[in-house]
T-cell receptor, first 112, second 113 residues
C-alpha cells in the first residue's frame, strides 16, 4: 500500500521567515495530494491541495510543489505568522480509491 | 454551516464497556470515514463508507464496527473497549472518494481505563 513519509517532525521558525515541509510517497499511481492544518483541540482543516497534472499551486502565502518523477511534494509557507503555528499533515491518494494516506505530521512553531 | 459534527466530544470508559460514537454531516456527501489519531502515528483509517447502507474496512478495523443507515450519519461502535483504543477519533466526509477533499469533525477524545 501507499507509504507517506513527512519531514521534519518539528519545525521552529521566526515570524516573517519561510517554512518548508516535505513529503515523499511510494505509490506512483497516487495523483491527489492535500495538505491539512490541525490546531490544538480541532480536526484537520484542508489548506491546499494539488493534483498530478499540476506542478505548483499557490494560495496567498501558501504554496505546494509536486515532483512526480521523484515522488515528493512540499508545502511552502512564506511570511510566517504566529497563527500559522499548528500541526501540518500531508496526504496522498489515487483514483480509483477511497483513502487518504497521511504522513505523521509536522509541528510548526512560529515565534514572534 | 455545521459541516461534520461529532458526539460526544469526550468520554471515559472502563475496559469491557461498549459505546457508540456518532458522526453527522450536512453536506450531502456520499463518502464518510472514521480515523483514529495517536501521538506520533498520524491519522489511520478505521472504517469507511461509500454510500448509505455500505461499509468497508480500513487500515486498523479490529475491535470496531460501523453502520451507515442514513446518508448523513456514520456510527462507530466499540463492543468491548480496551485500553489500546484510547485515542482521538475523527470522522470525515467527502463528495467522492480518493481525489476529493475530506472535511473533518473536531474529534472525540476517548479514554479507556
Amino acid at each position: 500500500g501507499e507509504n507517506v513519509e513527512q519531514h521534519p517532525s518539528t519545525l521552529s521558525v521566526q515570524e516573517g521567515d519561510s517554512a518548508v515541509i516535505k513529503c515523499t510517497y511510494s505509490d506512483s499511481a497516487s495523483n491527489y495530494f492535500p495538505w491539512y492544518k490541525q490546531e490544538l483541540g480541532k480536526g484537520p482543516q484542508l489548506i491546499i491541495d494539488i493534483r498530478s497534472n499540476v506542478g505548483e499551486k499557490k494560495d496567498q502565502r501558501i504554496a505546494v510543489t509536486l515532483n512526480k518523477t521523484a515522488k515528493h511534494f512540499s508545502l511552502h509557507i512564506t511570511e510566517t505568522q504566529p497563527e500559522d503555528s499548528a500541526v501540518y499533515f500531508c496526504a496522498a491518494s489515487k483514483i480509483p480509491g477511497y483513502a487518504l494516506n497521511f504522513g505523521k505530521g509536522t509541528s510548526l512553531l512560529v515565534t514572534p | 454551516n455545521a459541516g461534520v459534527t461529532q458526539t460526544p466530544k469526550f468520554r471515559v470508559l472502563k475496559t469491557g464497556q461498549s459505546m457508540t460514537l456518532l458522526c453527522a454531516q450536512d453536506m450531502n456527501h456520499e463518502y464518510m470515514y472514521w480515523y483514529r489519531q495517536d501521538p506520533g502515528m498520524g491519522l489511520r483509517l478505521i472504517h469507511y463508507s461509500v454510500g448509505e447502507g455500505t461499509t468497508a474496512k480500513g487500515e486498523v478495523p479490529d475491535g470496531y464496527n460501523v453502520s451507515r443507515l442514513k446518508k448523513q450519519n456514520f456510527l462507530l461502535g466499540l463492543e468491548s473497549a480496551a485500553p489500546s483504543q484510547t485515542s482521538v477519533y475523527f470522522c470525515a466526509s467527502s463528495s467522492q472518494g480518493g481525489n476529493q477533499p475530506q472535511h473533518f469533525g473536531d474529534g472525540t477524545r476517548l479514554s479507556i481505563l
